[in-house]
């Protein structure tokens, strides 16, 4: 039995179309499923707990979406061994199916999970926020800093963009990243790693920690992550110099390959804790957590059944 989560209002509207055009597929080739659209911020989240709380049978709950709607599902499941995710990305920035070599079309997409599923265990992270330690799961990575200011400027665009329209969310997502780039104030603070390594900072734009290689639309921040070796890459983007950090997003930007860049040190852990000097913005696979200081991050391994 298939479940389908769906966001009809992703990439600006064309959610709604694409699922018309998944929904033909299922059934003209009578596969049973049962389907929930969304209409707010957290009912993929919901609907994620309602079909897993007490699943005594297999159950593949498939999210069409973007990483957002992903996140959400992820957030709310309970994982087992009876449930298996499936993803058809369908968003603006579609990080997760970018690094795991997903199809951009949907209905190939359809197809691999419906006649071909390869499964695979995947790692996810787990946020923790805030004096009462609330926690939020993700997927692809989490942040502070400017990367999460440009997650917040993008989502709360409003207008459908051209770009969006399009399919170039990457580009969004790095014509937001200029523009924060002016005027973002570098801070002090400092990251522990694993408990013990401490490593202090002055010039801090943002921090992030991956599970997955991509985030921001397909910048690749940090190549070596896998998604299932039970590791987070932390990676710090920290400099004094402003054209040295916007020459290093240029060079990801174009996809040029470096073993190392200026301006960005990539760790590799289980857990860390990340401190800055004064609150900055903080997502989770682009969801808008808040404003904080202080946050820690772990990797829970190869939890997630999913098909890949």
Same mark, same amino acid.
């Given at each position: 039995?298939? &479940? ?17 055009? =998944? ?5 003209? !080739? ?26 005594? !049978?297999?159950? /593949? ?19 087992? %061994?009876m449930i298996t995710l499936g993803y058809i990305p369908a968003g603006s920035g579609n990080d997760l199916g970018r690094s795991l070599g997903f199809s951009r079309r949907q209905v190939r997409c359809l197809r691999r999970?419906? &006649? ?9 992270g787990v946020l923790t926020i805030g004096d009462k330690g609330e926690h939020r799961r993700f997927m692809v990575s989490s942040g502070i ?8 400027? /993008? ?22 990243? =200029? ?6 104030? %570098? /801070? ?17 734009? &943002?921090?992030? #920690?991956?599970?997955?290689?991509? !985030? ?5 921040? #940090? ?10 890459? $932390?990676?710090? /983007? ?5 054209? *040295?950090?916007? *020459? ?27 401190? =800055?000097?004064?609150?900055?913005? $903080? ?17 829970? %391994? ?7």
């Open positions: 039995m298939y &479940f389908f989560i769906v966001n009809p209002h992703c990439q600006s509207g064309r959610g709604k179309r694409i699922w018309g055009i =998944l929904e033909h597929v299922l059934k003209r !080739e009578n596969i049973e499923y049962e389907s929930y659209l969304t209409e707010r911020p957290g009912d993929a989240r919901k609907f994620a707990r309602k079909l897993t709380r007490c699943c005594q !049978e297999p159950r /593949v709950i498939v999210t069409v979406g973007g990483d957002g709607t992903m996140n959400e599902v992820l957030d709310g499941l309970l994982p087992g %061994p999970i419906l &006649f071909s599923p390869t499964i695979r265990l995947l790692d996810y800093g400017m990367d999460a200011e440009v997650c917040c400027m /993008v989502r709360e665009n409003s207008d459908p963009s051209l770009l969006k329209k399009m399919g170039l969310g990457r580009l969004e997502y790095a014509v937001a990243g =200029l523009m924060l780039l002016r005027k973002t104030r %570098p /801070v002090k603070g400092y990251v522990i790693l694993d408990r013990v390594k401490k490593i202090e900072f002055n010039h801090i734009f &943002f921090i992030s #920690a991956h599970i997955h290689p991509f !985030e921001g639309g397909g910048f690749c921040l #940090a190549p070596d992550a896998s998604g299932s070796d039970g590791k987070l890459r $932390v990676c710090v /983007v920290s400099n004094e110099r402003r054209r *040295r950090i916007l *020459r290093m997003l240029i060079s990801i930007f174009l996809k040029r390959r470096k073993k190392r860049r200026k301006g960005i040190r990539v760790y590799e852990c289980r857990e860390a804790l990340f401190h =800055l000097d004064r609150p900055a913005a $903080v997502h989770a696979d682009g969801e808008d957590c808040g404003e904080w200081n202080e946050f820690q991050v772990e990797c829970i %391994p190869r939890q997630i059944r999913m098909i890949v």
